[in-house]
């Protein structure tokens, strides 16, 4: 799409797959928040003409554009990888956590300290590092859980080590020996669990699983493509009918895996919330029944 075409012209799915592109780009590199890349993309699938594509890409560069003079965007060597901007140095935002028959949350954009010590009794707790900056490039996490639990929650890329003790307890140590990303740093689960457990797990954020599902959107249109241009040289109108209708169903069937999907990630957020309820009025009813101990 140019910018000298006539406003009024209706807008082919080519068109309207130009600024999704755009979009992906400018999310990528930092132009476009999460709202603003949602909001607009929206729009551009929902766009019918030029005039209403225009606007979405107007404040944002074609790509391989320079920014103007005198803004400088050149930056000071950062380590290898991608995490160099995430090791800030500092002492953390946060040194420590403590639940007492309840339970924390550290969680978020988040500083994390080279030692964080976290304490749990008859409670639980979550350190989510997923989108969190640390202050060295080796972190450790110090979990001390008595009849309680804890789950650190680290993103891809990051290698973790786990050298917790439990007695009639436990450490979770199935994320151990994943190689890290270059310049990822290094987390340390430390401590000890009595009647009580650590969890550690590996979850993408928002921002990636929304970027692959993007990936995977546009995989299918270049798969789509494809046939119909073979298409177009045999059998041009019988088999892209069956082709689209082929496609439609491979799309319904991907919207239902992700639907599904999701319903057994709230079932299995719901049933950890129905049991951290069962587990705080069992230990209501056994202060009262021993007097408050």
């Keep these: 799409?140019?910018?000298?075409?006539?406003?009024?012209?209706?807008?082919?799915?080519?068109?309207?797959?130009?600024?999704?592109?755009?979009?992906?780009?400018?999310?990528?590199?930092?132009?476009?928040?999460?709202?603003?890349?949602?909001?607009?993309?929206?729009?551009?699938?929902?766009?019918?003409?030029?005039?209403?594509?225009?606007?979405?890409?107007?404040?944002?560069?074609?790509?391989?554009?320079?920014?103007?003079?005198?803004?400088?965007?050149?930056?000071?060597?950062?380590?290898?990888?991608?995490?160099?901007?995430?090791?800030?140095?500092?002492?953390?935002?946060?040194?420590?956590?403590?639940?007492?028959?309840?339970?924390?949350?550290?969680?978020?954009?988040?500083?994390?300290?080279?030692?964080?010590?976290?304490?749990?009794f008859w409670g639980g707790g979550e350190i989510d590092l997923r989108d969190a900056d640390f202050a060295d490039r080796e972190v450790e996490i110090n979990c001390i859980a008595i009849m309680g639990g804890m789950n650190v929650v680290v993103p891809p890329g990051v290698e973790v080590v786990v050298r917790g003790i439990g007695v009639m307890g436990g450490f979770d140590h199935s994320q151990e020996g994943v190689p890290g990303e270059p310049g990822a740093p290094r987390v340390i689960v430390t401590g000890f669990a009595f009647w009580g457990g650590v969890g550690v797990e590996r979850k993408l954020t928002r921002a990636e699983r929304l970027r692959l599902k993007e990936e995977r959107r546009q995989e299918k249109l270049d798969r789509r493509e494809a046939r119909r241009e073979l298409g177009a040289a045999h059998h041009r109108g019988l088999f892209d009918l069956h082709d689209a209708r082929r496609e439609a169903m491979e799309e319904q069937r991907e919207l239902l895996r992700e639907r599904r999907d999701e319903m057994r990630e709230q079932h299995r957020e719901r049933r950890e919330e129905m049991r951290e309820r069962h587990r705080e009025r069992r230990q209501d009813r056994h202060r009262r029944r021993h007097g408050g101990y």
């Excluded at 006539?6 to 797959?17: F, G, M, Y």
């Design 1 to 120: 799409m140019t910018d000298d075409a006539a406003p009024e012209l209706r807008a082919s799915d080519a068109d309207r797959e130009r600024v999704a592109e755009v979009l992906r780009d400018a999310l990528a590199e930092g132009r476009l928040d999460m709202t603003e890349f949602e909001e607009r993309l929206e729009a551009t699938y929902a766009a019918r003409t030029y005039a209403e594509l225009a606007p979405l890409t107007r404040d944002l560069p074609a790509a391989g554009v320079t920014p103007p003079s005198p803004v400088s965007f050149v930056k000071e060597p950062e380590p290898s990888g991608s995490w160099g901007s995430r090791i800030v140095g500092g002492e953390g935002s946060s040194s420590g956590a403590v639940a007492v028959m309840s339970g924390f949350q550290r969680k978020g954009r988040w500083t994390v300290p080279r030692r964080f010590t976290c304490f749990a």
